[in-house]
């Protein structure tokens, strides 16, 4: 029966030969810095990954190019809390773009991002969630005639949730008032849509 200690070898003796065989050295692949186009390449490469790309903004164009008649307009809110009835809205962002009957986007043609202080404190949660806060929006009041440019020539209202923007965009300012708002089917690439008529 051997012994526990029999399991590791003996000290070496003064004068004894030890040999070590060492592994070879590692080939290293090339070291060069990766960008992050070429860390996606690689990624996909390997066949089970697929990489979303950061989108790039477009630039507002003055002129947009022929052949995208239509105006799209994308609505953002933000509020205090979930009930349009009872809460404030405290900030509203929108992009307005042409396209044309396929569906298909032409060009960014507006641009409006405003803030605005509501009636009570900003609820703690909502500071979490949105990163607005009461300093941001004190003195802040969100300038209903430039959004009213914006969206008055819209042929499509557009909301990422419109069920919930939609009540808060109708209550919050009367030019909501003066157009009937239906319901329709995605007109743009995944998007819940609003089509929205002159009354």
Known sequence: ???????????????????????PPLKLRDRRRLDDESMAQLLEERGSDRVLRKLVGREIVATPRPGYPRVGVIVDTETTGLDHRKVDVIEIGAVAFTFDDEKDIGDVTGLFGGLQKPTVPIPPEITRLTEITDEMVAGQMIDVGLLGALIDP???????????????????????????WEEADPPLKRLTAFDRYKA
């Open 154 to 180: 819209a042929d499509v209202v557009i909301a990422h949730n419109a069920r919930f923007d939609r009540p808060f965009c109708e209550a919050f300012s009367s030019m909501s008032e003066i157009y009937q």
């Open 1 to 23: 029966m051997a012994f526990q200690l029999d399991m590791f070898p003996s000290p070496c003796e003064p004068g004894d030969d030890i040999f070590v065989k060492l592994p």
